[in-house]
């Protein structure tokens, strides 16, 4: 038996449930709200709203308004009505539902309820189906009827603005997922920048960092240590926050270790053996060493790291100092390998740098070392810090451009007035 909806009514019913969801972003609550007034509308005896759950390929009652209460119940995807509904992404009427094969029995066997009619109806939008919502057992005084397609029209009406709401949920979780991911990479982007030691105030040391994105694998340190000076960079492989949080405990490591005066290879053999000791699919290139800031003279290891250079002030010949081993969180070395470099840094400049310094293009060619070490000499001060700063203008003005993590250290030895012997 059919009969007329109230326009009316059926209107009230959908504003008052997408004002109870402006009001608590809650569209599971707005149903809690208009199903009961839904099944009176219906005549039904009971119903329930099922959602989706893919982790585990079942629907799951998150509403349930009649006699006997099935909230958290879960079907199967593909089975019973509801899962027919959803799979088909079709709303049906069933007369009968005990002689309908596709009927999931067993939670009428453990409720002890007896399903007989049924609206059933997919909640989706264009996008997505979320589950399926279904009216149960129309009552005609104390028998029970069939539901007509008038009363499935107004069921698949309320699901699509169940859809609805629930579709701006999505959307508005992930705007604030996306908001929060984007104040906690600030948050990290900020502390990452923390770690950066400013210039060294006497002048032996400076260095910069320009990530390609808003956290940076590249990274540099340098600390005094009495009348030493002990300095580091490295390259993580890969970016993101697994990158930055490996540069992050490699800078911990590097000055827990310079504190107690471990000699450049020993820094290196032991931050190595830190990072095979935690099994990390990360590797580290690295060079690091200790500066005499009495006499010039410095011991330096450079182990997979790109090639170290050093410019005199007073010839036109640069020392480039390549790779010794293999990066960091590979393989045990053999102390053979970690044997240091000795030279002295006197009216001199050792410039260490990142593949974003290397392979930045000037005027539309890769600089290389040989062209770091032109620039170098056509910047004006001496201080390391002038040499930093030059260099980065360059950058700042697009005269040099990179499309990698772009970082540099320059470590001298400077005179008493603070600028280069």
Known sequence: MSYDIPT??????????????????????????????????????????????PDEAVLECAVCVGP??????????????????????????????????AHYKAADSGSGFQTLST?????KSKEKTFGAIQAINRREGDEVGNFAPEDLQLLEALAEILALALSNVELTQQ??????????????????????????KEGFAAGHVIPARQLSGDFFDHMRVGNRLAFCQGDVAGKGITASLMMARSIALFRR????????????DTINYEFL?????????????????????????????????????????????????IPLGLAPY????????????????????TDGITEAEFKGREIGLGGLASLSRRLGGESAQDKVSGIMSLFETGKLTTHDDATILVVTKPDEKGEAA
């Not at 958290?72 to 088909?88: C, H, N, S």
């Not at 997922?177 to 210039?199: H, I, K, V, Y």
């Open 8 to 53: 009316l009514n059926h209107l009230d019913l959908l504003s008052g449930l997408m004002r109870r969801f402006a009001e608590t972003g809650d569209a599971v609550a707005g149903l809690q709200w208009a199903l009961p007034y839904v099944l009176e509308t219906l005549s039904a005896e009971a119903g329930s709203l099922f959602l989706h759950r």
């Open 68 to 101: 006997v209460d099935v909230t958290g119940l879960k079907v199967p995807q593909d089975k019973g009505l509801v899962g027919r509904a959803f799979t088909e992404e079709k709303g049906e009427l069933v007369a009968d539902a005990t002689k309908d094969k």
């Open 119 to 123: 609206a059933t109806a997919p909640v």
């Open 175 to 200: 705007a604030i997922s996306d908001q929060l991911l984007q104040r906690d990479l600030a948050q990290a982007e900020e502390a990452q920048a923390s770690l950066m030691p400013a210039p060294d």
């Open 257 to 268: 270790l310079a504190r107690q005066e471990f000699s450049a290879a020993d820094m290196a």
């Open 277 to 325: 000791d935690v099994a990390s699919d990360k590797f580290v290139t690295f060079a690091v060493g200790w500066l005499d800031c009495e006499t010039g003279a410095v011991e330096f290891v450079n182990c997979g790291h790109g090639a170290a250079v050093i410019i005199p002030m007073d010839a036109d010949e640069v020392t480039t100092i390549e790779s010794q081993t």
């Open 334 to 353: 053999d102390q053979a390998e970690l044997t240091p470099h000795h030279f002295n840094l006197t009216r001199a400049h050792l410039f260490l740098t």
